[in-house]
């Protein structure tokens, strides 16, 4: 990448740093001058030090090619701002656009993250996949560990959303990559040890989630938007609730309730998933808690929002959440036709873990109308998926769930004997 000396200059002006304040321990003063100066070259690994030290894009000390040429930083601080309004449509559209053109190596890679990060936003994990891992590949080409740990953080949350096994571990190696650099933003640390407790909880690992949660809180201190603190206290609130607190987890999924709410209206339809995902986790706790009448109120809003914001992704979750609360007031037709129609969504979007419950929660509704060879069938087609996707703590709840269900079973049998 060519560079302009004087950018750098002026940049580390305009920041009140001085010479030994930009070198810190990474550099020396003599060559953080000798860049300034234009007198040698640098790498691409010490731009990142000086621009992350600086604030700035190492982007922004390029040299557009010719005079009616793009300045490529403002293109990916331009896709960076459009990332975090949640404006995902059109980070797809400049991204697109910047993908098609003859611009410079970084640049690209710069695009192919952030629409990686997009299309994980949006619901499409295939596509957001592939785009995050050419983004790490160019970076680790290009001599940028810093996004290349970034761009390997979609890799896992795009495996997250496939529900791939592989996410926790492609997770830990992203943070592992961006806590052995300097400097760090706190900001970037704290959504990717967020993302880390969110891929563990969806394995079950409810101990090591809520460590990270608390990691994240503590790392992103004031930072923090509300975005980022509501999906924490979601987090959080759900930990709580799996390991036996439940009123503090009722607390704690209403007041990320609260922080989506304040900022919900303002976001694109195709961001608007946040709210309903707590909605249908808030009920969820509340129907289990004895308040089925408002926990159906939160269903009926998660699955609302979910289409008018035309996000499929979701709706097997709030459906089968429907459906419990139906099948717990014994409208066992109206819940079985609900989850049906979970299972054929969850099918056609491979969401394995919905495709799971669905299975468990048709094989007790067999077992209630005493249509045990139909409950067994259900029951072992739930355990045959989750074998399949490697969820171990999810089979386990399974397992135990059906263990229950012929215990039950067994109990009867002596008593019918008995009172015939």
């Given at each position: 990448?060519?560079?302009?000396?004087?950018?750098v200059?002026?940049a580390r002006?305009?920041?009140g740093l001085?010479?030994?304040?930009?070198?810190?321990s990474d550099?020396?003063?003599?060559?953080?001058?000798?860049?300034?100066t234009g007198?040698?070259?640098?790498?691409?690994?010490s731009?990142?030090?000086?621009?992350?030290?600086?604030?700035?894009?190492?982007?922004s000390?390029?040299?557009?090619?010719?005079?009616?040429?793009?300045?490529?930083?403002?293109?990916?601080?331009?896709?960076?701002r459009?990332?975090?309004?949640?404006?995902?449509?059109?980070?797809?559209?400049l991204a697109g656009h910047?993908?098609?053109?003859?611009?410079?190596?970084?640049?690209?890679?710069?695009?192919h993250m952030?629409?990686?990060?997009?299309?994980?936003h949006?619901?499409?994990?295939?596509?957001?996949?592939?785009?995050?891992?050419?983004?790490?590949r160019?970076?680790?080409?290009?001599?940028d560990?810093?996004?290349?740990?970034e761009?390997?953080?979609?890799?896992?949350a795009?495996?997250?959303?496939?529900?791939?096994?592989?996410?926790?571990?492609?997770?830990?190696?992203a943070?592992?990559?961006?806590?052995?650099?300097e400097?760090?933003?706190?900001?970037?640390?704290a959504?990717?040890?967020?993302?880390?407790?969110?891929?563990?909880?969806q394995?079950?690992d409810?101990v090591?989630a809520?460590?990270?949660?608390?990691?994240?809180l503590?790392?992103?201190g004031p930072?923090l938007?509300l975005?980022?603190?509501?999906?924490?206290?979601?987090?959080?609130?759900?930990?709580?609730?799996?390991?036996g607190?439940?009123?503090?987890?009722?607390?704690l999924?209403?007041?990320?309730?609260?922080?989506y709410?304040?900022?919900?209206?303002?976001?694109?339809a195709?961001?608007?998933?946040?709210?309903p995902?707590v909605?249908?986790?808030?009920?969820?706790?509340l129907?289990?808690s004895?308040q089925?009448?408002?926990?159906?109120?939160l269903?009926?809003s998660a699955l609302?929002r979910?289409?008018?914001?035309?996000?499929?992704r979701?709706q097997s979750?709030?459906?089968?959440?429907?459906?419990?609360a139906?099948?717990?007031?014994?409208?066992?037709d109206?819940a079985a036709?609900?989850?049906?129609?979970?299972?054929?969504?969850?099918?056609?979007?491979?969401?394995?873990k919905?495709?799971a419950?669905?299975h468990r929660?048709?094989?007790e509704?067999?077992e209630?109308r005493?249509?045990?060879?139909?409950a067994?069938?259900?029951?072992?087609?739930?355990l045959?998926?989750l074998d399949?996707?490697?969820?171990?703590g999810?089979?386990?709840?399974?397992q135990?769930?059906y263990?229950r269900?012929?215990d039950?079973?067994?109990?009867?049998v002596p008593?019918e004997?008995s009172?015939?």
């Amino acid at each position: 990448m060519t560079i302009d000396p004087d950018l750098v200059r002026q940049a580390r002006l305009k920041a009140g740093l001085s010479l030994a304040q930009v070198a810190g321990s990474d550099l020396s003063r003599q060559a953080v001058h000798l860049i300034e100066t234009g007198k040698v070259r640098p790498s691409m690994r010490s731009l990142q030090i000086i621009a992350r030290r600086l604030g700035v894009s190492a982007l922004s000390f390029q040299v557009a090619m010719d005079a009616g040429a793009e300045v490529p930083h403002r293109r990916a601080a331009e896709l960076e701002r459009l990332c975090e309004r949640q404006r995902y449509d059109e980070v797809r559209e400049l991204a697109g656009h910047l993908l098609e053109q003859d611009t410079s190596t970084y640049l690209i890679a710069f695009a192919h993250m952030y629409l990686g990060r997009a299309l994980v936003h949006l619901g499409r994990p295939d596509e957001a996949l592939t785009h995050a891992q050419q983004a790490r590949r160019l970076f680790e080409g290009e001599d940028d560990p810093w996004s290349a740990a970034e761009a390997r953080e979609w890799e896992a949350a795009a495996l997250f959303l496939k529900q791939d096994a592989r996410a926790v571990a492609v997770g830990e190696d992203a943070l592992a990559r961006y806590r052995a650099l300097e400097p760090r933003r706190p900001e970037v640390e704290a959504r990717m040890v967020e993302h880390l407790a969110t891929f563990l909880l969806q394995r079950s690992d409810y101990v090591r989630a809520e460590h990270c949660y608390q990691q994240a809180l503590q790392v992103g201190g004031p930072v923090l938007d509300l975005a980022r603190l509501g999906r924490i206290y979601h987090g959080l609130g759900h930990c709580y609730h799996c390991l036996g607190d439940a009123r503090r987890g009722i607390e704690l999924l209403s007041r990320a309730v609260a922080l989506y709410a304040v900022e919900n209206d303002l976001r694109p339809a195709p961001a608007r998933i946040e709210l309903p995902r707590v909605e249908n986790d808030l009920g969820w706790m509340l129907l289990h808690s004895g308040q089925a009448e408002r926990a159906e109120e939160l269903f009926q809003s998660a699955l609302r929002r979910l289409q008018e914001a035309g996000a499929e992704r979701l709706q097997s979750h709030v459906l089968l959440s429907l459906a419990e609360a139906r099948q717990g007031r014994g409208q066992l037709d109206d819940a079985a036709e609900l989850i049906e129609r979970a299972l054929e969504l969850a099918e056609r979007l491979d969401e394995r873990k919905a495709m799971a419950s669905a299975h468990r929660q048709l094989g007790e509704i067999h077992e209630v109308r005493q249509e045990h060879h139909l409950a067994d069938e259900r029951f072992r087609e739930a355990l045959a998926i989750l074998d399949a996707a490697g969820m171990t703590g999810a089979r386990a709840e399974c397992q135990a769930a059906y263990q229950r269900l012929l215990d039950a079973r067994a109990d009867v049998v002596p008593l019918e004997r008995s009172a015939g």
